[in-house]
């Protein structure tokens, strides 16, 4: 009886069309450059990993200092 239920689980998905082919990389490449845009003003910020050296910076040329701040907490932590 299972080998009889196999076949036609088998038989039936052979019949199923088959899954939408996904684009090769190089024309997902492709589109991302269409869409990518080389001109963007978060590229032109000299950003600094050191708090100190934008500290000095900032003090220099009179602009705002944004810190940028990541904690990895555990999964499932409510804490603040």
């Known amino acids: ?3 009889f ?3 036609l689980l088998f038989l039936f998905a052979a019949t199923l ?6 684009d090769s990389p190089a ?3 492709e589109r991302i450059k269409t869409i990518r845009s ?8 000299a950003w600094k990993s ?5 500290l000095a910076e ?7 200092l944004m810190v ?5 907490r555990p999964v499932g932590d409510t804490r603040c």
């Open 17 to 22: 069309p088959a899954a939408p082919r996904l």
């Open 68 to 72: 940028w701040c990541y904690i990895d």
């Open 38 to 45: 080389d001109d963007v003003a978060w590229r032109k910020i």
């Open 27 to 29: 024309r997902i490449a």
């Open 1 to 3: 009886m299972i080998i």
């Open 50 to 54: 050191c708090l100190l050296e934008g």
């Open 5 to 7: 239920r196999l076949t």
């Open 58 to 64: 900032a003090r220099r040329t009179g602009k705002p």
